[in-house]
């Protein structure tokens, strides 16, 4: 046997070790807070500013709610206070509030992300051209994610949800697949919360003798998630098998499971009643319409990545079936081993997409059609119906007073925006990520002026770049950098 340990299968570790081993890549904004001042003024006084108030106004931009009651505005404020939004509206006057100047900016609500195999954020576009089988089940699945230590999986999912903020997503449904070994969770969980992310933590299965799935979720529902008010939430994630939603029904959280072709599975979930309101159901490909209509009536939510669907071969993405059910479906990303975790591409997608297929009906002479998607409805998509899928749509999703203050300053003075004639448009339409200037996460300062907030940029790089380089060694797979 070698004695190069890259070359030998992956050790379970400590958790002691791996816990200290991970102090100190990630300081989010209350760790900024506790800086001397002299430090924080240095390095930006404005942004020391905002991170140590306890009341944030956010000034003068064009503001889109996503809540009817609240409405939109051509130039209005959100007044944030203790992490929550408390009003929102034209000149609120708060003199004892760090002003944020939100001019020639768009705020919305943060993007909710609602399907993210987090930990293969070391494994990004390593297979541009892949399809679901045989390239993304013989070499991701099989060969690449038995090589995972806990160290790797906290580095693919640290970059994954740092990635995430950097892009205007502030929260994400992880179903890391990777659950080996009770480190390989806890690592998960560590990242997530080291990263400053909002997250539903959707505890999935793991490949080995180690893995103590499912029943390793009580264990995990006691450590990590005893409080509702907290940035992590649990969900289970699981597969058509009804001892696994057994489970789920047991711990009180919701399933989140993978759904193409197997209506029969679903149904048979249905009649030994085990499905419950809040259940996510992912891809939705290739179902028939009694599948539908208990996905709707049993108060289950969908989640659709239009791109990973048609670039590997998933299926048609789903999205009228889920409007003419009377479905909002949320959007997701999946993993990033082809695509880019993009909400505003996604958006794009599912816009041109659904509006294509319209058309094509209408040339065909089909009458009574369904309407076409606006980008209005595209941002309803990508915020609130998100955070309804992942049972937050209390808590985020929208800009309403006395909800968790998750939001975006998109910068909307380019010359690629410039001048602006519909706000929702522009978001769906014309941005992209580069066009993220802030992001707050429960009022705390997660990217200020283009740039992610209290990150060692270097170290995080570095320990990414690291975890990729063992995990191919582990795994033989070699990766074709100009291919």
């Not at 028939?288 to 209509?293: E, F, G, K, S, V």
């Not at 939001?407 to 410039?418: E, K």
Request: aromatic letters at 6%; charged letters at 20%.
């Amino acid at each position: 046997m070698s004695d190069d340990p890259e070359s030998c299968p992956p050790k379970r570790a400590s958790r002691r070790t791996f816990l200290k081993a991970s102090t100190g890549l990630v300081a989010g904004a209350a760790a900024i807070q506790s800086l001397p001042l002299a430090v924080a003024e240095n390095a930006d006084p404005e942004l020391a500013r905002v991170s140590a108030a306890r009341r944030i106004l956010v000034k003068g931009g064009v503001v889109l709610s996503q809540d009817r009651q609240v409405g939109d505005f051509f130039k209005a404020d959100v007044l944030i206070e203790a992490g929550k939004i408390r009003q929102v509206g034209p000149g609120i006057a708060a003199a004892d509030a760090a002003v944020v100047d939100a001019a020639n900016h768009i705020v919305v609500p943060g993007f909710v992300d609602t399907h993210s195999h987090s930990y293969q954020g070391v494994l990004r576009s390593i297979m541009p051209n892949g399809v679901l089988d045989p390239d993304y089940n013989r070499d991701v699945q099989a060969n690449l994610t038995p090589a995972f230590t806990p160290e790797d999986v906290y580095a693919g999912v640290l970059m994954t949800a740092l990635g995430a903020i950097d892009m205007g997503t502030t929260t994400i449904v992880d179903v890391s697949q990777i659950s080996h070994t009770p480190e390989h969770s806890d690592a998960c969980i560590a990242a997530l919360r080291d990263a400053g992310i909002r997250a539903v933590y959707a505890y999935s299965r793991g490949l080995g003798p180690a893995s103590e799935y499912p029943h390793d979720i009580l264990r995990l529902q006691r450590s990590y998630f005893s409080s509702r008010d907290q940035l992590l939430t649990l969900a289970l994630g699981a597969a058509l098998d009804a001892k696994i939603f057994a489970m789920a029904r047991e711990v009180g959280v919701p399933a989140v499971l993978h759904m193409r072709n197997d209506s029969e599975a679903l149904l048979g979930l249905g009649r030994a009643g085990l499905l419950r309101p809040g259940d996510e159901y992912i891809h939705c490909t290739n179902l028939n319409d009694d599948a539908w209509r208990l996905i709707r009536d049993s108060g289950g939510q969908v989640s659709l990545c239009p791109q990973i669907e048609m670039a590997m071969g998933h299926g048609m993405p789903a999205i009228q079936q889920a409007l003419d059910f009377g479905l909002r479906p949320s959007l997701s990303s999946d993993h990033s081993v082809e695509i880019a975790p993009d909400l505003f591409g996604i958006m794009r997608q599912v816009f041109t997409m659904q509006r294509l297929l319209v058309f094509a009906r209408r040339r065909n002479g089909e009458a009574n059609l369904p309407p076409l998607v606006t980008c209005r409805r595209l941002l309803e998509f990508a915020t609130i119906a998100g955070a309804r899928c992942a049972n937050l749509d209390g808590r985020i999703g929208t800009l309403t007073p006395g909800k968790d203050a998750d939001l975006l300053l998109l910068r909307a003075d380019g010359f690629g925006l410039w001048p602006l004639n519909n706000a929702p448009g522009t978001v769906v339409n014309l941005m992209n990520p580069g066009h993220v200037d802030t992001v707050l996460i429960a009022g705390n300062v997660r990217k200020w002026r283009g740039s992610l907030v209290g990150i060692d940029r270097a170290r995080v790089m570095r320990i990414a770049e690291q975890s990729r380089d063992a995990v191919m060694r582990r795994a033989g797979f070699a990766v074709d950098f100009l291919g």
